[in-house]
Nanobody
Framework: QLQACGGGLVQAGGSLRLSCAASGRAFSNYDMGWFRQAPGKEREFVAAISWSASNTYYADSVKGRFTISRNNTKKTVHLQMNSLVPEDTAVYYC??????????????????WGQGTLVTVSS
């Protein structure tokens, strides 16, 4: 199971830190990703981190503003979001991929999903 939290309402230019806690599985066996879905839009890739935290990958739209990290001991993955803009408004989901082939950017490559946490950025 994946449980995401940390969403909320923030003004443009502000920051939020999302967290995702895993239970019931060997967390370190999974690459982890963050996706988001805005109203009326498809779910889109935000960031991913490898099982060992040695590799990360970001969508161009968040590169330089967001940072993904993980703690395998605590079974958590985080998304630090800075310099938020209204276009970042969406429900954010964490996801887990067991393939460990490469960092995936398509939602259907991920097997397990959290319930989502809403981020609203006001202008």
């Amino acid at each position: 199971q994946l449980q995401a939290c940390g969403g909320g309402l923030v003004q443009a230019g502000g920051s939020l830190r999302l967290s995702c806690a895993a239970s019931g599985r060997a967390f370190s066996n999974y690459d982890m990703g963050w996706f988001r879905q805005a109203p009326g839009k498809e779910r889109e890739f935000v960031a991913a981190i490898s099982w060992s935290a040695s590799n990360t990958y970001y969508a161009d739209s968040v590169k330089g503003r967001f940072t993904i990290s993980r703690n395998n001991t605590k079974k958590t993955v985080h998304l630090q979001m800075n310099s938020l803009v209204p276009e970042d408004t969406a429900v954010y989901y964490c996801a887990a991929d067991s393939s460990r082939l490469r960092l995936m950017v398509r939602p259907y490559d991920y097997e397990y999903w959290g319930q989502g946490t809403l981020v609203t950025v006001s202008s």
